[in-house]
């Protein structure tokens, strides 16, 4: 983003704070494009970090409608990560 947008903003410090959360969603994406060992392996560590329990052989809409214990609102895991990516949207768009 840097090569475009001289110090990268309004872009570059709202994505750099969801890099992780990016990751997690081309983790999910390959898992849904690709059915491999390699990407369900990705899938499976992925639950096990959201969930906090072992998830062998789960299903990405199993993960996706699953309520995420981190929310203090009871959001599913889907929902938690749209709405970081709404607000980090928002905030790029307010400049």
């Known amino acids: 983003i840097r090569l475009y947008f001289e110090t990268g903003y309004p872009y570059e410090p709202h994505l750099s704070s969801i ?14 494009a690709h059915i491999t060992s390699t990407t369900q392996k990705s899938l499976e560590a992925l ?5 906090g329990v072992p998830s062998l052989n789960i299903e990405l809409y ?19 990560y749209k709405n ?12």
Do not use: C, W, Y
């Open 62 to 80: 199993t993960l996706l409608t699953a309520p995420n214990p981190q929310s203090t609102s009871g959001e599913t895991v889907f929902l938690s």
């Open 47 to 51: 639950a096990q970090r959201i969930l």
């Open 19 to 32: 890099m992780s959360d990016l990751a997690d969603l081309r983790a999910m994406r390959n898992a849904s």
């Open 84 to 95: 970081k990516l709404v607000v980090a949207a928002e905030l790029m768009a307010q400049g």
